[in-house]
């Protein structure tokens, strides 16, 4: 099981989420990048908050190209159209992510990122809230909708996919399991994020691991953050 | 100078990254036109091999890299760049590679990519002198052994013997191959470029 964090990226700066609500600043890309490589860890995904519209896709791409990282990458957040994919050309990235293509019954974009990238780039990303019934969020309608929403044959044609906590996100536990077994996706392919120390710490109550786990990117501010985590598994 | 095959795909931004950090200078190589002569010539990774090989095609690189190959030139191809030294991938319904080493490109038998990290031990002593002699010597460490990152659905079969064949040390890939190395050829499965540390003191050591 790979150890990863997440890194929240919107309009030239990074941040950490909490809760899917408040952003906490953390500088400049290049900066927090360099502190995470510090870390060694397996992978860092990128991620831009993109809700409803979004207006800085270029600005961020641009900052992005010329991003330095010695470690893994992933990249994410406003991938929406065919348009946008040209742009990615030359990008010091790996693997690309994927969220409101996962709600469009076209899986065009998805596809055109296989054939360009390689089947092992596409990284689907479904954040939830399990409050009291499972819902998942839709980018471009900006509102948690039921999982039905979801395209199952674009699910089919991600690589690996994040099931993010929103309610648990930036918190060191909280990861809600039941989401696995509600959503029914692959085992084989998951990545837990969001409040996910819990489930690596307990071992027992899951039957299996996921392939990656992304610690939020409080590992910036709790220095002691991937020690603790590879501690426990 | 190390010079990387520029055709507009794969992560050529990693690749000079990793090479900044090594302190090597490197140059972009657009066109086959190219007059210069380079210490070893980088073909990088990420794509499908398809779109890969059709623009190696259109922009004339697959006769510039024969021939460079046949002159001696030191050549590492990274990942889907590596693939493509071989004579066949299965990806995308089948493709011809540049043919420079005898192996076929196959999926992986696993549900999904082999994406993470495995361990890997490199030792430089069954290289030829092509590479042992070679001025820049950054480095004069013989064996390293580290961690090394992967991210595919298909890897390396061989079909000949070469000086060096690492396999990938995970028991459903053992008959994949993590590094390639025949006379002028490096064919390197994972990503150097991103595989921190290891990455680094393995491009000090070949170069």
Redesign the interface.
Known sequence: M?VGTTLLFKDGYCYQSYGWNVLRPLGALQNALDHL?KY?L?EICIIRPVRDKDYYYNKDIQLL?NA??????AFGGGIRNLNDIDLL???????FVVSSALFNMNTALIERL????????IVGFIPFSLTKQLKVFNPLENCFQSPKSLNKSALRLC??VVLHDCDSEGEYTGFDIEVVSTLGI?K??LIFSGGVSQIVSNDESISFKP??ILIDNKILHRENSKKAYYGAM | MVGIIDIGLGNIKSITNWLDRCVVPWKLICSPKDPQEYEMIILPGVGSVLEFMTKLEQLRFVDYLQTKSQLGQRILGICLGAHVLFDYSEEDGGVHGLGLIHGTVRQIPLKSSNTGWLPCTFDKRPMNELWKSQKQNISRKQRVHGRVFFNHNYGIQLKESVDIDLKIQLEELSEFSALVHKNNLIACQFHPEKSQLMGELLLKMIL
Do not use: F, W
């Not at chain 1, 050309?89 to 693997?95: A, I, L």
């Not at chain 1, 054939?115 to 780039?121: I, L, M, R, T, V």
């Open positions: 790979r490589d060694e397996d190209k330095k990282s010695s470690t893994p990458l050309e030359g990008m010091p990235v790996e693997r296989n054939a360009k990238y390689g089947e092992q780039s690589d690996e692959d084989n392919k392939k990656s």
